[in-house]
């Protein structure tokens, strides 16, 4: 199993501002994922970090406003730019690695954001 | 695509009785993983269960265990004996194989009353 870890665990932020999220994981794995839950709402994947190239973005998240970054197999970050308090959410990072079995996979105790 | 369906967005269940949480799916896949997801308050998400599409039982995981029924296309979270600890958000997932994935449900609040 993975221990992964978050930072912050949560922070208050101001409206115009971003916000760098980091997901640390001790062991390489392959796939790290980028989720977003807004208040009483479900889970929603943001984008699939890569690591060496750009990350793969689902319909209605663009790069412009969430950064990620994936400089090797244990770490990744994203970001939150030019903040607006519908921004409000938990952010969790996940994560996969080929041939763990499917009850493997891991998340992250996840960001609380508050944009004010 | 596929679509996780919830229904009951709150649960109410008497301390020590069995609660069924229900959980319905769509997709045009053949092969599949469904899982189950506790999240208390605190925000983590907590693995409960996995069932795949070709596994003939049904999975069990100590008082949890997924009824499943593939022709309907559910996947019902079962608690035996609740207990206290075991109120929060219940999220019901799917995976298409070979992916890492997850589409999720609504959520159902559940709540255990002493």
């Known amino acids: 199993s993975a221990v992964i870890s978050q930072k912050p665990s949560r922070d208050i932020c101001q409206r115009g501002t971003s916000l760098t999220i980091q997901c640390q994981v001790d062991?390489?794995?392959?796939?790290m994922f980028w989720y977003r839950q807004q208040p009483g709402q479900s889970l929603t994947l943001i984008a699939t970090?890569?690591?060496?190239?750009?990350?793969?973005?689902e319909s209605g998240f663009v790069i412009d406003k969430f950064p990620i970054s994936r400089p090797n197999l244990t770490f990744s970050t994203l970001t939150v730019s030019n903040m607006s308090p519908e921004d409000s959410s938990i952010y969790l990072c996940?994560?996969?690695?080929?041939?763990?079995?499917?009850?493997?996979?891991?998340f992250g105790p996840g960001t609380r954001l508050t944009v004010l | 695509a596929q679509k996780i369906t919830q229904t009951q967005p709150g649960m109410f269940v008497q301390e020590k009785e069995a609660v069924t949480l229900d959980c319905t799916y769509d997709?045009?896949?053949?092969?599949?993983?469904l899982f189950w997801y506790k999240q208390p308050s605190s925000g983590e998400m907590i693995f409960l269960i996995y069932?795949?599409?070709?596994?003939?039982q049904n999975a069990t995981e100590g008082r949890y265990s997924l009824n499943f029924q593939k022709a309907r296309k559910s996947a019902n979270l079962v608690i035996s004996a609740s207990q206290l600890g075991d109120s929060a958000m219940y999220f019901c997932?799917?995976?298409?194989?070979?992916?890492?994935?997850?589409?999720f449900g609504k959520g159902t609040k559940l709540s255990v009353i002493p």
């Open positions: 996940s994560v996969g690695s080929a041939g763990w079995s499917y009850n493997e996979q891991f």
């Open positions: 062991s390489q794995v392959t796939m």
């Open positions: 970090a890569n690591q060496g190239s750009e990350a793969t973005y």
């Open positions: 997709t045009s896949d053949q092969s599949y993983g």
């Open positions: 069932q795949g599409s070709y596994d003939e």
């Open positions: 997932a799917m995976i298409p194989a070979g992916s890492y994935q997850l589409t």
